[in-house]
Nanobody, 123 residues
């Protein structure tokens, strides 16, 4: 079982930046893919980004490509999501997720979730 704790959410103006962090514990962090999903009010949870176990490959939703960057530090058991050029439509609760194997390319590959951190982008 893996435990995931997100941090770094908050309120930011459109065009601004935030960096989310997710600390993992409970199993071998470096063996599994990690990622992020988000859920806006009244909408289903959607895939945002994922990163391979060794950081060698990353995957992004089209809506965030070129603006968001996922990274990981296996020595710190932490995964990050750098969010730049934020838009009001990025407002959502962001969830850290752990993959079920070494690679994840979509939300279907996630098996564990954190409790989420709120990101609000004002216009």
């Amino acid at each position: 079982q893996v435990q995931l704790v997100e941090s770094g959410g908050g309120l930011v103006q459109a065009g601004g930046s935030l960096r989310l962090s997710c600390a993992a514990s409970g199993r071998s962090f470096s063996s599994y893919a990690m990622g992020w999903s988000r859920q806006a009010p009244g909408k289903e949870r959607e895939f945002v980004a994922a990163i391979r176990w060794n950081g060698g490959s990353t995957y992004y939703a089209d809506s965030v490509k070129g603006r968001f960057t996922i990274s990981r530090d296996n020595a710190k058991n932490t995964v990050y999501l750098q969010m730049n050029s934020l838009k009001p439509e990025d407002t959502a609760v962001y969830f850290c997720a752990a993959g079920t194997r070494f690679i994840a390319t979509s939300q279907a590959d996630f098996g564990s979730w954190g409790q989420g951190t709120q990101v609000t982008v004002s216009s």
